[in-house]
Antibody
């Protein structure tokens, strides 16, 4: 059973880089059709997709965040990471890593596995 | 960006009743729509994919329908553990979520 666990600093200073890692256990990050995503939930708001990566290194980012976000994958360590530059208080949120499974035959395009989330606070 | 609007924002019901949640897209997403249940401190849980297909292990009291821009999630015979926040999410364009419907007792 695949499980995801987020790790990284819980507090980030304003203007610095927010960095998180998601460790994948119980399965391989190279599984076909698995797209590894970062999402967040800012206080009082709904869920927001940040971007994803495939094990090949292909990435997709939400256009509104693209200029500040990099997602990388490390197949040897079975993990993927988020880097968000120039953090501000508006980036304070619970950050989730999740697997989006994509299957064109069954039209399965959904986040079927999630980490528990980690609260990151951006403060001066 | 496709905007998903969920209604109502809050739904107050009792165990045993039926809940009907709505999700409307600003443009067609075909059936590329999923529903999630989210409880405080927990990871979101996938309920429905492809607008109407229950995910593995999801009880039959959860059903969903819709295509294009209008979608519905129905929870029949509410159980105490069903009270949570529900989100719809589309994959017709860049991934976006609705703002959520809080189902409360």
């Amino acid at each position: 059973q695949v499980q995801l666990q987020e790790s990284g600093p819980r507090v980030v200073k304003t203007s610095q880089t927010l960095s998180l890692t998601c460790i994948v256990s119980g399965g391989s990050i190279t599984t076909s059709g698995s797209y590894w995503s970062w999402l967040r939930q800012r206080p009082g708001t709904g869920l927001e997709w940040i971007g994803n990566t495939y094990y090949s290194g292909t990435t997709y980012y939400m256009p509104s965040l693209k200029s500040r976000v990099t997602i990388t994958v490390d197949t040897a360590k079975n993990q993927f990471s988020l880097s968000m530059t120039s953090a501000t208080a508006a980036d304070t949120a619970v950050y989730y890593c999740a697997r989006e499974r994509q299957d064109i035959v069954t039209k399965f395009y959904a986040f079927d596995i999630w980490g528990r989330g980690t609260l990151v606070t951006v403060s001066s | 960006e496709i905007v998903l609007t969920q209604s109502p924002a809050t739904l107050s019901l009792s165990p045993g009743e039926r809940a009907t949640l709505s999700c409307r897209a600003s443009e067609s997403v075909d059936t590329y729509l999923a529903w999630y249940q989210h409880k405080p401190g927990q990871a979101p849980r996938l309920l429905i994919y492809d607008a109407s297909h229950r995910a593995t292990g999801i009880p039959a009291r959860f059903s969903a329908s819709g295509s294009g821009t209008d979608f519905t999630l129905t929870i029949s015979n509410l159980e105490p553990e069903d009270f949570a926040v529900y989100y719809c999410q589309q994959r017709g364009g860049w991934i976006t979520f609705g703002q959520g419907t809080r189902l409360e007792i």
